[in-house]
């Protein structure tokens, strides 16, 4: 019952959620995703890229990729995979992605799949829940991130 309340929610009231998450807690226990602003950036679209189109290319979109994906990934993906990207052993440490057309795949999959295990959903899936520049602005994030700290 909580994915199509979830899908539901993340396609048809994407814009009201918008607006009523301007400073305020939403009611919603079951929702799983923040709404995020991805104001500047060209619509991409429903096909989805096979690749990152924010990481090459204009500088200004670059900057504003990896500021919208850093507050997309601390409200809606740092609870389980750690503060900039790393790991408290939960989930997976983000930060060795491989920063790669291969690595852009695997998100991709992953993201808008999530992980489901034995009949239990230990990742959700995104698809539904945030927009695909979202997402892309999170792998960019992601990107940005030094390996060795
Ligand atoms: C409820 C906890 C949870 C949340 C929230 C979550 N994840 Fe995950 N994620 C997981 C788990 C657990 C795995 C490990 C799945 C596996 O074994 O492949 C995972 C795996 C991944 C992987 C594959 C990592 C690898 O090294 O193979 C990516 C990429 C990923 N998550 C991205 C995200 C992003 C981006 C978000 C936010 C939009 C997010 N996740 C939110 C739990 C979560």
Known sequence: MRLPMRTILGSIFAVALIMAAAGKLLAHGDVQSQPVDTTGLDPLGKEWRAENPYREGDKKILVLAIEIGSGAYNQNCARCH????KSGGLAPDLRFLEEDAGGDEWYVERVRNGF????????PPYQDLLSQEALWCIRTYLDSLPEDD
């Open 116 to 123: 489901h295990q034995n009949g239990v959903t230990k990742m």
């Open 82 to 85: 750690g503060l900039q990207g």
